[in-house]
């Protein structure tokens, strides 16, 4: 006999598609309404001069990163071509969504989001070759903010940001689009001004950090080793209160990358990613962010003839969701992973509503979860939004 698990609402089991209802982080639908850029993209290109279209879908953009609000409703932010402008969406009830430009200003980036306590919403990224931060209080509009830089000539960047009880932590790195990069952090009391973490040649050479998580111990980060074109392994931090940070090096982390880090499903914290040639999808966790197990490769997690890789991992209720993609010669799927230890997944259902899309970036949404991405790939991106557990 079969046997489930009820959590927060949601039934968990071995065999769920038998029972006909949605599981959290298994059954995926896509929502209503995603309000997508009246930018330059036509249905066919006109540089192929009709010989050999490629089909295309008007409304491109990149929405990487969600977080929801503590009075309900949700933020996303992005960016829109071809001038690579800073976007954002906001949703009252995650089915439907608005898009608002944040500013003009070309070649601008926000990647990462994060929501206080007190409702104060700050993105992070970088506009040209510095790094820089948004402030809005709706997710509408929006005040950008400098951050103190390396000084070392170099292209500076935030890739992650995390609300604290004490305001905002930032991550990301210096250093030229293609090679070897220096990791960096930041704090900051309100998203708005930034100091500083004290450079130090030996925790943050050669390595980008990726995801920051707080935690019962703290605060933890992960990232990459190594050139954007090399990388050779991950590589973890841990801090207190995020002036100073403790480089972590584990044989656990070899050939991979950890790009996502969060609270486990059951204490400690769970990070996921992928092996360096994205043949097999990634996790690792950790008690106290020193110490590192490696989930057992396990079929799930891969694709046969391809790739599978994690971008993003939230714990709700216990159980852990890991999002990504698998792909086959040219079009992925997006998919995700459960775990309730962080070392056995299971690979969600693979419905029509995820074919040809990638999951980008995921946050809990009342008793589910949201997630956005995109659409068209490769020849398209166009933003969408998926819930879990899907409605029946």
């Known amino acids: 006999m079969a046997v489930l698990v009820v959590l927060d609402g949601c039934t968990f089991g071995p065999t769920p598609t038998t029972i006909g209802l949605p599981v959290l982080g298994i059954d995926w639908g896509r929502v209503a309404s995603v309000e997508r850029p009246a930018n330059y993209e036509q249905t066919v290109s006109p540089s192929y001069q009709g010989t050999h279209p490629i089909l295309r879908i008007q409304g491109q953009a990149m929405m990487v990163d969600v977080a929801g609000l503590p009075g309900g409703g949700y933020v996303a932010v992005g960016y829109v071509p071809p001038d690579w402008a800073p976007y954002s969406w906001t949703s009252t009830d995650g089915q439907s969504w608005t898009i608002h430009e944040i500013d003009a200003t070309p070649f601008t980036f926000p990647v990462s989001v994060a929501v206080s306590a007190d409702g104060t919403i700050v993105a992070v990224g970088r506009s040209g070759n510095d790094p820089v931060s948004w402030t809005s209080h709706d997710g509408v509009t929006w005040a950008q903010h400098t951050a ?169 209720g216990g159980i852990s969701i890991g999002v990504g993609d698998v792909q086959g010669l040219q079009r992925g799927t997006a998919v995700s992973w459960i775990s309730r230890d962080g070392l056995a997944w299971q690979m969600s259902a693979s419905a029509p509503v995820q074919a040809g899309a990638e999951f980008y970036g995921i946050a809990q949404a009342g008793q589910g979860a949201l997630v956005v991405g995109a659409f068209g790939i490769p020849d398209s991106y166009v933003p969408e939004v998926w819930l879990t557990p899907a409605r029946s």
């Not at 952090?185 to 998203?191: I, V």
């Open 148 to 316: 103190p830089l390396l000084g070392n000539g170099s292209v500076e960047r935030m890739t992650s940001v995390v609300a604290t009880q004490n305001g905002f932590v930032a991550g990301g790195s210096a250093g030229p689009e293609l090679l070897d990069r220096h990791a960096r952090f930041w704090t900051s009391p309100d998203g708005a001004a930034w100091q500083a973490v004290p450079d130090d040649a030996t925790a943050f050479a050669n390595a980008e950090v990726r995801g920051i998580s707080t935690f019962s111990g703290g605060l933890v980060a992960v990232g990459v080793v190594g050139g954007v074109q090399d990388p050779t392994g991950a590589v973890a931090w841990t801090s207190a209160h995020g002036a100073s940070w403790t480089r972590v090096e584990s044989q656990a982390f070899a050939n991979g990358e950890a790009v996502s880090v969060a609270p486990g499903p059951a204490g400690g914290v769970v990070a996921v990613g992928a092996d360096i040639g994205r043949k097999i999808a990634l996790a690792w966790t950790s008690v106290d962010g020193r110490i590192w197990t490696r989930a057992p490769d396990q079929p799930s997690r891969q694709h046969s003839g391809g790739f599978a890789w994690m971008t993003d991992v939230v714990t709700i």
